[in-house]
């Protein structure tokens, strides 16, 4: 079905659009906004800019915005004007989304020329949930003024590999030799300058293993390197914790707040974090790293504990995956640094799409990819290169299939309420049945840790001081 009628209790566009509209004669049906809508059919506005000024871009969902298309047609180096530039604008109008009419602006406008040939598009309509159902004839009129040409890429020709773990050392290889233009000859791990994993890191993934392993162990790593000391003294303090009286050791830590296995998976992810710097660069409106890696973790925390008891995985280890589900893009930062702010100026212009296809169509990788090939190089569990390698599929149901399940579940329910990147997408009904956690119960885990967002935030600003 794709034409969902709406009932007066529903918000309507905004009067601006509609006289907008009126004025130009363009007869439009509002919309509810929802999944089924051909993505061919839905049109993408971005407004970009440069030192000449800005221009409205108008393409279909179906495609991706490719920015070096854009420059060789308009021979200008265009990127996504900056947040407060357009929520200033939008504001203005009392808008919460960019409409694709180019009359709202006073802007030039290119639009990509395969949106005409669907029978009907629809378009923003400034209200939040809401799109306007416009016919082709109409969606010309409006169009009357501005310029037309062919910058898109289509989806469905960028397979991201979500789903071949085994060709991953191949496709990483590939994409680094097509970037350093010369032949390499030597193992990946020599052609990719990865740094060597931190002392405090190799004892910490030995004490996870070993099964005699006590508090004075961790203690005692902990306390030798006193950055990851201090950190898990003040996150044990911190009010999210709510621990009674004060924190007075790295023990005290452990043994009254933390617990064994959080503290363990806390300074692994720690330490691995501290490998790789976080990039400067970043695209805007991208949750921070850290504070998107703690909300992912918290929720799966909470995720696990729902799980029925008997195939509840290790909780430790699914908090772990839930820190470092994001790795991958620490490392396509370190490996492709000249080419990762291209990355980000994508990102910025396709907001319609996941990050693989970004990736997939400028690298021939994704950083899930490079996340799960970097997890299996340093001997980090299996389970945590599966939780990175497959967090995009929700079909996933292959071996440890628990961990890659909870991170989709995790960012999936976080994306829902606006935290993460990329577009929302839907929570299959199979995904939850697998983990035994009914809808009620994931969104009740979800309304519970972001009810503690300021602690998080808290919590997350402790990772991102600088090392």
């Known amino acids: 079905m794709t034409e969902v009628a709406l009932d007066t209790a529903t918000p309507h566009a905004p009067s601006v659009i509609k006289l907008l509209l009126d004025k130009l004669g363009v007869v439009y049906r509002e919309v509810v906004e929802h999944p089924q809508l051909p993505a061919a059919s839905r049109v993408q506005a971005v407004l970009l800019d440069?030192?000449?000024?800005?221009?409205m871009v108008l393409f279909p969902q179906s495609q991706l915005l490719d920015l070096s298309r854009l420059a060789?047609?308009?021979?200008?180096?265009l990127t996504a004007v900056s947040v407060p530039r357009?929520?200033?604008?939008?504001?203005?109008?009392?808008?919460?989304?960019?409409?694709?009419?180019?009359a709202l602006t006073s802007s030039p406008c290119q639009y990509e020329k395969s949106l005409l040939s669907a029978e009907t598009v629809y378009i923003q309509s400034g209200e939040s949930g809401l799109l306007l159902e416009i016919e082709r004839a109409h969606f010309k009129r409006m169009l009357?003024?501005?310029?037309?040409?062919?910058?898109?890429?289509?989806i469905e020709a960028i397979s991201p590999n979500l789903d071949r773990p085994h060709d991953d050392t191949q496709e990483i290889t590939d994409a680094v030799q097509a970037f350093t233009a010369r032949r390499i000859q030597k193992r990946l791990e020599e052609t990719i300058e990865i740094p060597p994993l931190a002392d405090t890191a190799q004892k910490i993934?030995?004490?996870?293993?070993?099964?005699?392993?006590?508090?004075d162990d961790i203690t005692g790593v902990v306390e030798t390197d006193p950055a990851l000391a201090a950190q898990v003294v003040s996150w044990a303090a911190s009010p999210y914790y709510a621990s009674p009286g004060k924190i007075r050791s790295v023990e005290d830590a452990i043994v009254r707040v933390l617990g064994f296995d959080l503290v363990i998976n806390l300074a692994l992810g720690l330490a691995l974090g501290k490998t790789l710097s976080l990039p400067k660069d970043q695209p805007q409106q991208a949750t921070p790293y850290w504070q998107q890696s703690i909300y992912t973790a918290a929720i799966i925390e909470g995720l696990t504990r729902a799980m029925p008891r008997a195939e509840r995985p290790e909780a430790g280890l699914t908090y772990l995956a839930g820190l470092l589900h994001n790795f991958g893009y620490l490392l396509l930062a370190h490996v492709f640094p000249?080419?990762?702010?291209?990355?980000?100026?994508?990102?910025?212009?396709?907001p319609h799409l996941n990050h693989t296809y970004v990736e997939q169509h400028l690298l021939g990788i994704n950083r899930e990819q490079i996340g799960a090939w970097l997890m299996k190089l340093w001997d980090m569990p299996e389970e945590l290169s599966t939780a990175l390698r497959f967090q995009h599929d929700p079909a996933y149901d292959g071996e440890y299939s628990a961990f890659p399940n909870l991170v989709c579940l995790a960012t999936r329910l976080l994306r829902s309420r606006g935290i993460g990147s990329g577009p929302q997408e839907e929570i299959p009904d199979e995904l939850?049945?697998?983990?035994?956690?009914?809808?009620?119960?994931?969104?009740?885990v979800v309304n519970k840790v972001l009810e503690a967002e300021t602690l998080l935030r808290e919590l997350a600003s402790q990772f991102q001081a600088p090392h």
């Open 50 to 55: 440069d030192e000449v000024g800005a221009l």
């Open 144 to 154: 009357a003024k501005a310029s037309e040409s062919s910058f898109g890429q289509e």
């Open 72 to 77: 060789e047609l308009t021979g200008r180096k």
């Open 205 to 215: 993934i030995k004490l996870r293993v070993d099964p005699n392993a006590s508090i």
């Open 432 to 444: 939850l049945e697998r983990l035994g956690i009914t809808r009620e119960k994931a969104e009740d």
């Open 338 to 350: 000249p080419h990762f702010s291209l990355i980000c100026r994508h990102l910025e212009v396709n």
């Open 86 to 102: 357009l929520k200033q604008m939008l504001d203005k109008h009392h808008l919460k989304a960019l409409p694709g009419i180019p």
